[in-house]
């Protein structure tokens, strides 16, 4: 009689998956803890403390649920310590003669099974589709059909008519599709955020840190004030007070930055949803049912519903459609290392210092914080996409590479020529005193773009835009920032260029221009 293996993955946590749901009675579930899936990347403590304890609870409901469970903990002597080999020995020691496993979130590991599955060697593979969000594969390679430069916001609408979500019949309410004109406010206008929940950890958990501080002491970031959740009632928690609490405010503010806050009115939620202790629809069912009774503005609500089902939505469809060419674009040739404060903090700059700060304490940093701060800084310092997206990935706990990927590649360092985004989010120091209280505690002076007391973020603006005429001067949204800088004189032009050249002089590089941080480029 044949036997399979369901291996749930770390960031598959969810009894919805159809490899649960049609398990048989004599299924064996497996989760596997694995030396190398926390280390491919230096994964970020709290990030590999989160998956384990949470994989560590799942199975702990799955039995309770009368599934029968193969625990792989990472100090099991007979441990592979990778995850194919370890799948195999746990199905050899079943006796099962096949492994069925949800398709996962990285390429990278998706082609490994499927290299894997082709060679016929020990037991068949088999791969299901996730069913975890509102679009699959198949139906966003049906609507990228004769799209040569696609469009999220189009993608958006179109999810929109097809949940009906904030829809009345073919209509979004409030008679526009979306509200971003009101959710730009700066940070001096905004109330005191609210506390974050604390979840209780208990033996499990607790278990989890510390074999966590024993095996990955070396990563960067700390333990202290671990607060992620780690099952589900804990994730139900934290969307209830965010519904209740911050998403009131959510959309004002959601751009702003705070020097004191590391999370404002943001959600925390897109950790949990990636690793599936929730799930998208039942978050932006909490959200629209927070807007129809009153509790919640609709701008707040319509923002991060977007968020989900659209941008989470379509940077997905775009990882595995052009997968995995897309990791390798590199359009700005970009040919720099990552600088060293991005692992030491170390840095004058107080809006990156304290993006890395509570990149290090928290696991986290809101996506102005990783678009406009770190992200916009390693843009005009011709960072190799590889090295940004390699650190992004392993810092943030909600950082699975299907999400990190484009966001980081596309968004971020505009390495796609333009594909995911219309524009590149360069910005100088301007900006950040605007949407930010990090200027007034800096010792640079964001009105400033020459001299000692210049900000950086300045003449490294104007020297991007310089180096970059060419693919970007006849971009539609930069037109009116590229005839500024053609009316500028030779002379300021030639002072800010040498401004900047100064300035990266000073920096430190963690490896030799043209490297990544780690190797996890997709070479065939």
Known sequence: MSKTLRLVLGDQLSLTLPILESAPENAVIALCEVDEEGRYVPHHPQKIAMMLAAMRHFAATLRQRGFQVHYSTLDDTDNAQQLIPEAERVAQLHGCDEIQVTLPGEWRLAKAIESRRISRVGPRWRV????????????????????????????????????????????????????????RLPIDDAPPPPSAPRHRQDALTREVLALVATHFADHFGTLAGFNWPVTRRQALADLRHFITHALPC????????????????????????????????????????????????????????????????????????????????????AERGLPACYWNGDTDLRCLKRAIEMTHDNAYAHHIQRLMVTGNFALLCDVRPAALCDWYLAVYADACEWVELPNTLGMVLHADGGYLGSKPYCASGKYIDRMSDHCTQCRYDPRQSVGDDACPFNALYWRFLERHADPLADNPRMRVIYGTLNKMSTEKRRALREQAETFLDTLTWTLPYGQGQHATDYGE
């Open 128 to 183: 299901l589709e996730d069913t975890r969000f509102f679009c699959s594969r198949q139906r966003f390679a049906q609507w990228m059909e004769g799209r040569k430069r696609p469009r999220m916001e189009d993608f958006y609408r179109m999810m929109r008519r097809h949940t009906g979500m904030l829809m009345e019949e073919d209509a979004p309410v409030g008679g526009q599709w979306n509200f971003d004109h009101d959710n």
């Open 250 to 333: 959510f959309g004002h503010y959601q751009d702003a930055i705070s020097d004191k806050s590391p999370y404002l009115f943001h959600s925390r939620l897109s950790a949990a949803l990636n690793i599936g202790l929730l799930l998208p629809d039942e978050v932006c069912k909490a959200a629209e049912d927070a807007w129809r009774r009153g509790a919640a503005p609709l701008n707040a609500v319509e923002g991060f519903i977007r968020q989900i089902l659209g941008w989470r939505e379509y940077v997905r469809g775009i990882y595995w459609h052009h997968m995995p060419d897309y990791k390798r674009d590199n359009r700005l040739a």
